[in-house]
């Protein structure tokens, strides 16, 4: 596995194997990585030649500067993973090499970010759609690959290749769990036991939730519901829940005939806030 840090060896790295007829697969990461981040790698080796993952603890996708520091970095760990997972070359710049001088450029992605995520992190999903576009430019890959579990990123970053006519297919692999229901997140690893004893309520909630949806239950209700439970856990602080329409994102007053549902939430567990979520096709 080549180890690139410059913006250029990257370029040169991915041109060179694009010249040579390789399919190039993008695997963006922050790493502190976990088989959720390494199934993303082995789909990529399965359809392609080149696997190129990047670690980058992105700064600009942090509105908390608190979360930025505290963020995971393993590198070592991370690059031993790698290897076997597939990876081919991993990419791991420094935020000067990323930023050389500081962005100005702003992306709105109108209602899809005006809920969720989007709505409860201001500035997050521009910090993303900036990293994103500028891996794109730079690995030009054949298709880039991301996580589920991240629900609202994938539709963003779907419409930013829309938006913008980036040549590459967006490939979404499913969420990875914990024996225990708990979505494998690189955050996890900040919770404390009684944290992380709790953690698996959230994916309880959903489920339960998903139940509901499934027996036409009013999302209004869904929602109540979902919120009483986790309410109830004096170690999980609720920051939202919602359900949605899992292409849109907007907020369901009711179900439509045909269309799938989400249900998002993000909650906080002894200073660590964590989201996970469902789709339901009904
Ligand atoms: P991150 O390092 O958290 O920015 O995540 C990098 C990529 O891995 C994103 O596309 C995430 O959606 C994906 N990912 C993170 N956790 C999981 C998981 N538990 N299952 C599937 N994909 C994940």
Sequence with gaps: MQILTTAAELQAYTEQARQAGQRIGLVPTMGALHAGHLQL????RAECNEVVATIFVNPTQFNNAEDFRLYPRVPEADA????????????????EEMYPRPPVL??????????MEGAHRPGHFNGVATVVSKLFHLARPHRAYFGQKDWQ?????RQLVADLSFDLEIVACPTIREADGLAMSSRNRRLDPAARAAAPLL???????AAQVRQGVPPAQVR??????LAH???????YVEVADAQTLQPLENYAPGR?????LAAHLGGVRLIDNVVVVR
């Design 260 to 264: 799938a549902v989400v249900l998002c």
């Design 80 to 95: 031993a993973l790698l290897a076997p997972a597939g990876c081919t070359a991993l990419f791991v710049p420094s935020v």
């Design 203 to 209: 994916h309880q909630v959903l489920a339960a939730a």
């Design 106 to 115: 702003r992306f709105d992605f109108g209602d899809l970010e005006r809920v």
């Design 233 to 239: 856990e004096p170690l999980v602080t609720p920051e």
């Design 153 to 157: 990123q994938v539709a963003v970053i």
């Design 224 to 229: 109540a519901a979902a919120e009483a439970t």
């Design 41 to 44: 790698v082995q789909a990529a």
